[in-house]
């Protein structure tokens, strides 16, 4: 008997978390997979939707249990060659920082058929919910995106701190809480206003969403008064301080969430 011929695999993503969020195609293709590969990222009310016998967990989690990404990329050829339409769900856009691209080469390289599902990344999306902009004409006419993860002093750093602290406009940081006192401390050393807005945002669009802000010297102290933990996002620049004028009218936050919000910032 002939082997089958290889199913597709589907490189989605999930958006940021709120189900609604979730494009068309996203959507569709969830509720047809044979199976879905899905890290904790795509949220709660998302991953719950899935029936347990057409899901499988293959999540990254910070200092526990993680599943290798060359695991995952086997995985998802095994599954592809037994015929299977499979769906590789993550959190935001898959290829942000969420290792679509590796996936993608695996897969051309052992000859299996796939495709791209865009969506909106958190980096964009969390930032929005909570009433900052990434770019105002007024504020920000550039925009950086940058890993949390990787230590600012180590001598070959992707990252470069001193060309982000000189080039202005808006620094956005994924998975970037544990390393925060680096390199909020590397942009200070580069010459970046101490004074400058920071914004973090933990589980934008998610029902726990919390915002905290203050400024590069104080963002450290916000984060821990506030218990901030991943996932997150740091927005660091001008805009981050465009929140406080629009809160009141923020729909995206209950009223109830507003003002707990409000509290906690006319204290910082």
């Known amino acids: 008997m002939s082997a089958p011929e290889p199913g597709t695999v589907y490189l989605v993503g999930s958006g940021p978390g709120d189900p609604d969020l979730l494009t068309v195609k996203a959507t569709r293709l969830l509720e047809s997979a044979d199976v879905v590969l899905h890290d904790k990222l795509p949220g709660p009310e998302i991953i719950d939707q899935l029936p347990e016998d057409r899901r499988e967990d293959v999540g990254k989690r910070a200092g526990g249990e993680r599943t290798p990404q060359s695991a995952i990329n086997e995985r998802l050829v095994e599954l592809a060659r037994e015929g299977k339409s499979v769906v590789r769900l993550k959190g935001g856009d898959s290829f942000v920082f969420g290792r679509g691209g590796e996936e993608a080469e695996y897969l051309a390289d052992h000859e299996v058929p796939f495709e791209v599902v865009p969506a909106v990344t958190s980096a964009i999306a969390a930032p929005a919910v909570?009433?900052?902009?990434?770019?105002?004409?007024?504020?920000?006419?550039?925009?950086?995106?940058?890993?949390?993860?990787?230590?600012?002093?180590?001598?070959?750093?992707?990252?470069?701190?001193?060309?982000?602290?000189?080039?202005?406009?808006?620094?956005?940081?994924?998975?970037?809480?544990?390393?925060?006192?680096?390199?909020?401390?590397?942009?200070?050393?580069?010459?970046?206003?101490?004074?400058?807005?920071?914004?973090?945002?933990?589980?934008?669009?998610?029902?726990?969403?919390?915002?905290?802000?203050?400024?590069?010297?104080?963002?450290?102290?916000?984060?821990?008064?506030?218990?901030?933990?991943?996932?997150?996002?740091?927005?660091?620049?001008?805009?981050?301080?465009?929140?406080?004028?629009?809160?009141?009218?923020?729909?995206?936050?209950?009223?109830?969430?507003?003002?707990?919000?409000?509290?906690r910032e006319e204290e910082i």
Do not use: C
């Open 130 to 263: 909570a009433g900052i902009p990434v770019t105002h004409r007024d504020h920000a006419s550039s925009v950086s995106f940058v890993t949390g993860h990787e230590d600012p002093t180590k001598d070959e750093s992707a990252v470069n701190w001193d060309a982000l602290a000189a080039t202005g406009g808006t620094i956005v940081v994924l998975m970037g809480v544990g390393r925060l006192p680096d390199y909020t401390q590397a942009l200070r050393e580069a010459g970046m206003n101490p004074e400058t807005p920071v914004a973090l945002i933990e589980r934008g669009t998610w029902p726990g969403q919390k915002v905290a802000t203050g400024t590069l010297e104080s963002i450290v102290d916000v984060r821990d008064e506030h218990d901030i933990s991943p996932p997150a996002v740091t927005v660091i620049g001008d805009v981050a301080g465009t929140r406080e004028g629009v809160l009141e009218f923020l729909a995206n936050e209950t009223n109830e969430a507003n003002e707990a919000t409000k509290e």
